[in-house]
């Protein structure tokens, strides 16, 4: 009986300990301020970063201040991982997690940054027959893995946020996907009324986009002057739940405004997530708190 409890004790105490020891680590490294460097990077590299109140401001600092510290940095291809790069793809993966409860990626160790785009094996499989090819990519995410990004393409949506492009974003908010175990467009609810909504609403705005895109394609630009109109949702949206919720993710933080005019209620279904609403950050009404 005596060995039994032992053998109970021990294992409480191997799952405890980790378990305190990763929260104590958690909030010492996010105790921990940002540089002056840091912190001038964060201003310069976060769009939404001065329109944010200074509780969230600070809050965001800390999330970066773990992520730094509790993720590592590979360049390839040559590429030399600078500060500013360390900062700004933390920066955007941080933005994500502002006001909700979160362990900062959990699942993630690495990230890859390559100086452009980098070319990836794609294997397909039909049947019994399987076939790869090379495709030019300007991030991904690995299911319990790595994110790669291109440093080129992450800047360059930067310098045009009216194209509604980052791939930071995009592949962080993968990355949020996948927290409950499936890659599925669906990311890790509190408890089951705060994602009550969440289907129907990300069901009807994904068939939205893909019968526009099947409209564009259809009818000729001559027909259809719509066609003119560029998208608010990247179409690489439309290839899956799971594209689509990250590229609604792009949207929601760097062309909000156009997001919220063009799909009020997805914009309020992904704001009762994010628990942010950059829009009215962007107009300045969003008290602090």
């Keep these: 009986m005596e060995a039994f409890l032992l053998l109970i004790l021990l294992a409480a105490l191997a799952w405890l300990v980790p378990f305190f020891w990763r929260r104590w680590r958690h909030r010492h490294l996010r105790s921990k301020p940002l540089t002056a460097e840091q912190t001038s990077l964060l201003s310069q590299r976060l769009a ?72 990836a094996e794609e294997i397909h499989r039909d049947g019994y027959v399987e076939s790869a090819h090379l495709s030019a990519r300007a991030g991904e995410a690995h299911y319990r893995g790595p994110v790669v990004l291109s440093w080129q393409d992450l800047t360059n949506g930067l310098a045009h946020p009216s194209q509604g492009h980052n791939v930071a974003i995009h592949e962080f908010a993968h990355k949020l ?34 019968q526009r895109l099947h409209q564009l394609h259809t009818e000729s630009q001559a027909d259809d002057e719509r066609e003119t109109r560029p998208l608010v949702l990247d179409p690489y949206g439309a290839q899956s739940p799971a594209e689509f919720f990250a590229v609604a993710t792009e949207a929601y933080f760097t062309v909000p405004t156009a997001m919220q005019a063009a799909y009020p209620t997805l914009y309020q279904e992904l704001q009762k997530f994010y628990r942010t609403d950059p829009a009215a950050l962007l107009r300045g009404n969003l008290p602090d708190g």
């Design 177 to 210: 996907d996948e927290e409950d175990g499936y890659v599925d467009g669906r990311p890790l609810f509190e408890n089951a009324e705060a994602g009550k909504n969440w289907a129907p609403v990300m069901r009807e705005a994904f068939e939205t986009l893909r």
């Design 48 to 119: 939404l970063y001065p329109y944010l109140p200074p509780s969230q401001q600070q809050e965001l600092k800390q999330n970066i201040s773990l992520f730094l510290r509790d993720k590592e940095f590979v360049g390839c291809n040559g590429l030399v991982v600078t500060e500013e790069m360390r900062v700004t793809v933390a920066a955007h993966a941080c933005l994500l997690l502002l006001q909700r409860e979160n362990t900062c990626y959990p699942n993630l160790r690495t990230i890859l940054l390559y100086p452009d785009a980098y070319v």
